[in-house]
C-alpha cells in the first residue's frame, strides 16, 4: 500500500520561503514519478513540479521555474519541494503524487497515489 504523507504547509508574507516534504512508503520508487500538485479554491489542481525518482530528472511548471526547486531523498524516501519568492497567487493545497510513468507526466490522471495535501497561504 503506498502512502504519501505531506507536510511543511503554513502561512507565509510574500516573498518568503517554504519546503514541503513528502514522505514515501508501500514499496520502492525506482520505476515512479514523484510530483506536487496544487489546488487553489474554486481551480482545478495543476502540475508544480516532479522528479524521476532514478535519475533525478526535473521539471517544472511555467509557472513556478526559477521559483521552486524540487529534489529527492533516496534514504529517506521523502520528495521536497522547496518554494521562495512566494506569491499570494501560490496560495493552495499543495499535494505530493506517485506515478508509475516513463515520462514526464503534468497530468492529474498520469498518477495513481495522493497525499492529503498540505495548505500554504501567502499573504500580501
Known amino acids: 500500500q503506498v502512502q504519501l504523507v505531506e507536510s511543511g504547509g503554513g502561512l507565509v508574507q510574500a516573498g518568503g520561503s517554504l519546503r514541503l516534504s513528502c514522505v514515501a512508503s508501500g514499496r520502492t520508487f525506482s520505476t515512479y514519478v514523484l510530483a506536487w500538485f496544487r489546488q487553489a479554491p474554486e481551480k482545478e489542481r495543476e502540475f508544480v513540479a516532479a522528479v524521476k525518482w532514478a535519475s533525478g530528472y526535473t521539471y517544472y511548471a511555467d509557472s513556478v521555474k526559477g521559483r521552486c526547486t524540487i529534489s529527492r531523498d533516496n534514504d529517506k524516501n521523502t520528495v521536497y519541494l522547496e518554494m521562495n519568492n512566494l506569491k499570494p497567487e501560490d496560495t493552495a493545497v499543495y499535494y505530493c503524487?506517485?506515478?508509475?510513468?516513463?515520462?514526464?507526466?503534468?497530468?492529474?490522471?498520469?498518477?495513481?497515489?495522493w497525499g492529503q495535501g498540505t495548505q500554504v497561504t501567502i499573504s500580501s
Open positions: 503524487a506517485a506515478g508509475a510513468i516513463p515520462y514526464t507526466g503534468t497530468r492529474t490522471y498520469d498518477y495513481g497515489y
